[in-house]
DNA sequence: TAGCCTCGAGTTCA
DNA sequence: CTCGAGGCTA
């Protein structure tokens, strides 16, 4: 009996340092012991309760393991209902509602308390004598699912409040909050599962949703998810006089609370937070699609009350929507102007973090299937910290059958039949004379290459359309007559953008290599083959080793470099354009500056107020700096104008790559 | 040979 | 802007 006693102590001295470390591993972030130290005690534990059955306790933490499947969940009334907020979306609307409780209070004396509000799911937490009894999704807001078994995998819920010293436990206090994924473990699942060969999820709510319904609790044990609790079902006997002070009351019993929770003194200074959080949100380790705002005093919230189960004490300020579910129509096909297919979805408009998307890329044949999206399926859109909308993912289940999408055997173009190189993910038109090759290299010259003004992408596509030009060397010759023709061309704008077409005639050497769309040449590979050839005579005439010597091309891309120039048909179309008065050679300002910046590299972000960014570029080449569109441990300094591009200010706060302002920019380019 | 870096290519909307 | 991949470097 005396050995049973032993283990029966030592079974709940376990218990309590096992739940301690837990808290200050999980709750605090601030490990006192090593994980491996933290491993023997559970392990001695597993072993107590194994050789000991009669002490296993449902508290225990080896029980936060998960348990074996159960059949369905359990329906649950919550003590007391789980209201929903009120939202407003302006600041008119904020101050508004700061205006109607002023009024009902009769004074100007309140204080709010901020905290974000985190995209996941609604939980109650039941404690009974400080355990945990039962946990359980919001449902309806009276009823909802018991997930008790699935919650207490969650490690950084607590099963057992941690009380100070003498302090007596509550008969039933209920906690509030929110269930999510931390997006560092979504992208961890979504691999796995991808590697694996299961289907992925298209957001971390759902995810968050899907693991904490899980029949196998031992599913969801393996699942990252987490809790941030944010309030009280019934306040009972709370020592604490508002809702500040039971946020450090709760953090102090063990509950994980958000650490961005504020207290304002003023309306003014909650709009500022509402503005401030809706620029850091891509920050947070989880989504956030709003704040919560409450009124501080239990006193005055009291006074305050509902309407129709909603506080008027509290409002949910939500940010425009980053993500939004639509139609997908039909995935079309585009050849671009190397022959890739690009497939892309006609969606049914919808707003999206303040636009409205009406089409997305959906990259390649593999990504659409691996995401599992269909023509005609209901799809979640985002528009993540960039502004290029992306299709997430079907919503599931899916309310009408759909067919799994096929890239098509044949170009819808040329009809020639489409090849997939082993390895590579895009399909290609192997037809070197598909017109969607000869119509698309033309857009790129007008719109990026040559830059012509007046001349845009549809004139380009009427104009193909109608024979006027299948070619350059076409477009160089369209006359004036020939232009006027076209809708929406009259005499003046005919005039006007036959002028331009000419002169950009003009166009450096590496412009015009860049527009040749030789595959593998960009904007950069371009510039250094013209500046290391000089002259197109020796590129012509150049061998792949050759090609080799210029900076960033090794032995693949040079071979394919030398056999562009080697074929008989592109050398015919450069002695055509060198007739028709276009430059290939290097000028002047084709040449590298030398200056007080050689050496160094700039990224340009943002809007400036003085210059645009190209101007800015130049300012700085000028002076022999290199400006590049990435951020890496190299650049000398990032220069930020307005609205800057979040990924480039993060990644150069990370690398330590110093900032510069407008002002700092300009006492840079005048001091040297 | 791995991992960083840079480039190319395709893309959206106002 | 992001992705993938080639090139470069330790």
Known sequence: ???????????????????????????????????AEFDRLFDELVELERKHPELAAPDSPTQRVGAPPSSAFEKADHPSPMGSLEKVTTNEALEKWHADVTK?????????????KIDGLSINLAYENSRLARGATRGDGRRGEDVTTNLKTIKAISTRMQLPKGEKPL??????????????????LNERLASEGKKTTPNPRNAAAGSLRQKNSQITAERPLNIWVHGLGHRG??????????LQWLRERGFRTNPLAERHESIESVARAVAEWEQRRLELDYEIDGIVIKVDSFAQQERLGALHDRPRWARAFKWAPMTATTTLHKIAIR????????????????????????????????????KDIREGDEVIVQRAGDVIPQVVGPVLPRQKRTRRFRMPERCPLCDAKIVKPEGEAMHRCPNRACPSRGLESLINWVQAAADIEGVGEQSVRRLWELGLVRSLPEL???????????????????????????????????????????????????QNLA???EHVDRLLDSTPEEVTEVDGIGADRAESIAEWFSDEQNRALVAELRDLGLRFQ????????????????????????AFSREQAAAALEALGAKVTNSVSKKTTGLVVGEEPGNSKLTKAQREGVPLLDESALLKLLAGG
């Open 586 to 609: 290097i000028g002047e300002e084709d040449k590298p500056k030398e200056g007080p910046l050689t050496g160094s590299t700039y990224v340009v972000t943002g809007t400036l107020e």
């Open 237 to 246: 006997e709370l020592p604490t006089e508002g809702h500040w002070d039971a």
């Open 171 to 188: 008969p039933l206090l209920e906690v509030r909050g929110e269930v999510y994924m931390p997006l560092s473990g979504f992208r961890e």
């Open 1 to 35: 009996m005396a050995r049973s006693d032993d283990a029966k102590k030592r079974a709940a001295e376990l218990r309590d340092l096992i739940d301690y470390h837990l808290y200050r591993y999980h709750v605090l972030d601030d490990p006192e012991i090593s994980d």
């Open 104 to 116: 009902r209070l009769g004074t100007d004396d309140v204080a709010y308390v901020t905290e974000p």
């Open 476 to 526: 160089y010759r369209l006359t004036k007559e020939q232009l006027a023709e076209l809708e929406g061309y009259g005499e003046i704008s005919a005039t006007k953008a036959i002028e331009s077409i000419q002169a950009s005639k003009a166009i450096p050497f590496n412009r015009v290599l860049f527009g040749l769309n030789i595959p593998d040449v960009g904007w950069v590979t371009a």
């Open 335 to 370: 050849v671009g102007r190397t022959g890739a297919l690009n497939p892309w979805g006609i969606l049914e408009p919808v707003e999206v973090g303040g636009v409205t998307i009406s089409r997305a890329t959906l990259h390649n044949e593999e990504d659409i299937n691996r």
């Open 531 to 533: 500046r290391h050839f």
